[in-house]
């Protein structure tokens, strides 16, 4: 727990984002966790009763999840080497405070039909309220859109400041890929 401005706020909880969307991955549906660090959506996933395929490139992080009911994880660098998953499909793709874009196409791949894209990370103009201050790794107004467009059905986007679990500027987006929606 951490107190900000009086306020106790716990940076292991599931974002309010992941957890508004997650009833659109199917019950027991197999989920990717990508750059999970310690796995707060992983646990969180798993406890709603989906299989996780948890990966990060972070071992020591990874390795709170050991054992975990519902998880199987993965040290991988998902940047400076091949993309692990190549054949395998998942109802769902989470990404959270993360941005590789070399990265967006594979994620897309990795969609079965029908699975959900939920990614959350910052955008530019979060440079004001602290890190990440690099634009490489701030989202460019709309990006996620762009990424999508033509290829998923968006249902849900956000460009916006949030004051918790600290203050961001944020990119958010819930999608389908194509049949299947539900």
């Not at 709170?64 to 054992?67: D, I, K, Q, V």
């Not at 440079?127 to 460019?140: A, I, K």
């Not at 460009?159 to 918790?164: D, F, G």
């Given at each position: 727990m951490v107190m900000r401005d009086?306020?106790?706020?716990?940076?292991?909880?599931?974002?309010a984002w992941v957890q508004r969307w997650a009833a659109r991955i199917p019950a027991g549906g197999r989920v990717l966790d990508v750059a999970c660090g310690g796995g707060r959506h992983a646990r969180y996933l798993a406890g709603l009763g989906h299989q996780v395929e948890a990966v990060d490139r972070d071992a020591e992080a990874l390795g709170?999840?050991?054992?975990a009911a519902g998880?199987?994880?993965?040290?991988?660098?998902?940047?400076?080497?091949a993309w692990p998953y190549a054949d395998?499909?998942?109802d769902a793709v989470v990404v959270t405070n993360y941005l590789h874009r070399p990265l967006f196409a594979s994620l897309l791949a990795a969609l079965a039909p029908g699975g959900v894209l939920i990614y959350e990370t910052f955008a530019l103009g979060n440079?004001?309220?602290?890190?990440?201050?690099?634009?490489?790794?701030?989202?460019?107004p709309g990006e996620l859109l762009k990424v999508a467009h033509g290829r998923l059905e968006v249902i849900a986007y956000e460009?916006?400041?949030?004051?918790?679990p600290r203050p961001a500027l944020l990119q958010r987006m819930c999608a389908l890929n194509g049949a299947g929606r539900r």
């Open positions: 009086g306020v106790q706020q716990d940076f292991d909880l599931p974002s709170g999840l050991a054992g998880i199987h994880t993965r040290v991988a660098d998902l940047e400076g080497a395998e499909h998942f440079e004001r309220y602290g890190r990440p201050r690099n634009p490489d790794f701030l989202l460019q460009n916006l400041a949030v004051e918790a």
